[in-house]
């Protein structure tokens, strides 16, 4: 079981920017696929990005491509989530989620999940 750790969320301005972390502790990192996701104000919670166990590999949302940018450092078992020209829309409680080996975007695929941190963005 792998403990997941989110932070960087907080208060930004339309076009600003924010980094958003993901510390993992209990289980093998390296090996496995990492993902961001988000729960939007009386919405579902929905897809952002995702990143390969060697980082070679990255899918990204229509709603965020060009924006924002998802990196891992597998020697600090950490993900982080940079996001640019952001936009109220994008406002919601941001959870990192632990995968398998597959690169995928389904949410019912990440068994592990953090607690989630909030980013509004104001317009």
């Known amino acids: 079981q792998v403990q997941l750790v989110e932070s960087g969320g907080g208060l930004v301005q339309a076009g600003g920017s924010l980094t958003l972390s993901c510390a993992a502790s209990g289980r093998t990192f390296s090996s496995y696929t990492m993902g961001w996701f988000r729960q939007g104000p009386g919405k579902e919670r929905e897809f952002v990005a995702v990143i390969s166990w060697s980082a070679k590999s990255t899918i990204y949302a229509d709603s965020v491509k060009g924006r924002f940018t998802i990196s891992r450092v597998n020697a600090r078992n950490t993900v982080f989530l940079q996001m640019n020209s952001l936009k109220p829309e994008d406002t919601a409680v941001y959870y990192c989620?632990?995968?398998?080996?597959?690169?995928?975007?389904?949410?019912?695929?990440?068994?592990?999940w953090g607690q989630g941190t909030q980013v509004t963005v104001s317009s």
């Open positions: 989620a632990q995968g398998g080996v597959r690169l995928t975007t389904t949410p019912a695929d990440f068994g592990s």
